[in-house]
Antibody, heavy 127, light 111 residues
Framework: EGQLEESGGGLVQPGGSLRVSCAAS????????MHWVRQAPGKGLVWVSR????????GYADSVKGRFTISRDNAKNTLYLQMNSLRAEDTAVYYC????????????????????WGRGTLVTVSS | QSVLTQPASVSGSPGQSITISCTGT?????????VSWYQQHPGKAPKLIIY???NRPSAVFNRFSGSKSGNTASLTISGLQAEDDADYYC???????????FGGGTKVTVL
């Protein structure tokens, strides 16, 4: 079945940095693309970032590009999101999710759906 | 502003059926069969309830069903129950972007 558990959230000042983690168990972590999705208080789901099986391919939403870095350690079955230059609008619950995908006609890997989600970790950016 | 458009709220009485729409374009919902739906209770993680337009994970009740017509996907909940009171989000593959997209979400209220 599999489980994902996020950690590392907390209160950080604007301009500060924080790294959140996601520990995976119950499935072969190194076989799957992984994603971060966030949800601001009272708002909807917003995709943040993705990473492929071995970390060689990453992608980011425009709102976080250049500030956030996704990475993974397959030996530790752990996914990370390093967040720098944090802004008030980054305040959200951050969820990690497993993506089930396919290769489209151009050979690009895309996501069909997210089948496994963690419980999330709250990041609050405030002075 | 979400690429996929959902109604903000839908309500129904126990036992009734309700339908939530998710409207996109020919570059996403209309062009591909990769629509998924997620249920989220307050303070909880999202849960996959429909994938590839109309497929249901094994642990999901068959009261939930999905369909698609043109550029609009739909989630129907039959025999509405109190525990269906939650937020529901659609998502779809899109050929017009490398980003993942979600609808804005629909609050389902069981009266």
């Amino acid at each position: 079945e599999g489980q994902l558990e996020e950690s590392g959230g907390g209160l950080v000042q604007p301009g500060g940095s924080l790294r959140v983690s996601c520990a995976a168990s119950g499935f072969t972590f190194s076989n799957d693309w992984m994603h971060w999705v966030r949800q601001a208080p009272g708002k909807g789901l917003v995709w943040v970032s993705r990473i492929n099986y071995d970390g060689s391919i990453t992608g980011y939403a425009d709102s976080v590009k250049g500030r956030f870095t996704i990475s993974r350690d397959n030996a530790k079955n752990t996914l990370y999101l390093q967040m720098n230059s944090l802004r008030a609008e980054d305040t959200a619950v951050y969820y990690c999710a497993r993506g089930i995908g396919f290769y489209d006609s151009t050979g690009y890997h895309s996501t069909r759906f997210f089948d496994l989600w963690g419980r999330g970790t709250l990041v609050t950016v405030s002075s | 502003q979400s690429v996929l458009t959902q109604p903000a709220s839908v309500s129904g009485s126990p036992g009734q059926s309700i339908t939530i729409s998710c409207t996109g374009t020919s570059s996403d919902i209309g062009g591909y069969n990769y629509v998924s739906w997620y249920q989220q209770h307050p303070g909880k993680a999202p849960k996959l309830i429909i994938y590839d337009v109309s497929n249901r994970p094994s642990a999901v009740f068959n009261r939930f069903s999905g369909s698609k017509s043109g550029n609009t996907a739909s989630l129907t909940i039959s025999g509405l129950q109190a525990e269906d009171d939650a937020d529901y989000y659609c998502s779809s593959y899109t050929s017009s972007s490398t980003l993942e997209v979600f609808g804005g979400g629909t609050k389902v209220t069981v009266l």
